[in-house]
């Protein structure tokens, strides 16, 4: 099965930048539906972020102009590069594969990475 595991979470100022990375086994780019989700305390989790395996991409309307995800197939990796971040970003991040079977689907999801936007 595909593991993932993230990285890049920490504490920035608001107005800064960070890029989150998500590690994944196997080849999984060529075939799977990359996501960004968030949840924050008391809140349910969102999608934030979406490639495809064609490379389209959608984003929350909380977050476009600012966040850009993007995959580098070769090194099976997906990245969310975020800027101009502000204190409503606060919240551990999760990255999600999945792809359609007969009669379901494969999904998996990594540990999650805290992001903390405060001065």
């Known amino acids: 099965q595909v593991q993932l595991v993230e990285s890049g979470g920490g504490l920035v100022q608001p107005g800064g930048s960070l890029r989150l990375s998500c590690a994944a086994s196997?080849?999984?780019?060529?075939?799977?539906?990359m996501d960004w989700y968030r949840q924050a305390p008391g809140e349910q989790r969102e999608l934030v972020a979406r490639?495809?395996?064609?490379?389209?991409?959608i984003y929350a309307d909380s977050v476009k102009g600012r966040f850009t995800i993007s995959r580098d197939n070769a090194k099976n990796t997906v990245y969310l590069q975020m800027n101009t971040l502000k204190p409503e970003d606060t919240a551990v991040y999760y990255c999600?594969?999945?792809?359609?079977?007969?009669?379901?689907?494969?999904?998996?999801w990594g540990q999650g990475t805290q992001v903390t936007v405060s001065s």
């Open positions: 196997g080849s999984i780019a060529s075939i799977y539906t």
């Open positions: 490639i495809s395996s064609g490379g389209s991409t």
């Open positions: 999600r594969a999945h792809r359609a079977v007969a009669g379901g689907e494969y999904n998996y």
